[in-house]
């Protein structure tokens, strides 16, 4: 069994921050824990905008408190995000990110699962591990 606590993983090589400041990750399920999955704590912050493309990954993300929009870019539709709202990312969705007057904080679950230490190329895009 694994067992960890979210102040644990904070305190660690877990937390990942954007070099950009938009968002920091808590990895708190990560590939080597050979789950198929990894399971994230992030935050996005208000008033940013991230472009994301998950070209090599599947994602749900959940949100857990704060608020902002989620734009797909193949058909521009604008999606409010609000404390219970999942949405997912099934068919590697391009997209932009906004956050809104307060800072998410969301529960996203990765498959593939991230290895830990990924942040977005300049295409929005995690590396495959």
Not at 92 to 119: Q, T, W
Request: one cysteine or more; a negative charge.
């Amino acid at each position: 069994m694994i067992v960890r606590t979210l102040d644990e993983c904070t305190s660690s090589d877990r937390r990942v921050k954007a070099e950009n400041g938009n968002w920091e990750s808590v990895r708190m399920l990560l590939k080597d824990d050979n789950m198929g999955f990894s399971f994230h704590i992030t935050t996005i912050f208000a008033g940013t905008e991230t472009h994301i493309h998950y070209k090599n990954h599947l994602e749900s993300v959940y949100c857990m408190s704060g608020n902002g929009e989620i734009k797909t870019l193949s058909d521009g539709k604008v999606y409010q995000i609000q404390p219970g709202t999942l949405y997912i990312l099934d068919r590697h969705d391009e997209h932009m990110l906004y956050g809104g007057s307060e800072d998410m904080k969301m529960a996203c679950v990765f498959n593939p699962p991230l290895s830990g230490k990924e942040v977005h190329d300049k295409d929005g895009v995690y590396p495959v591990d």
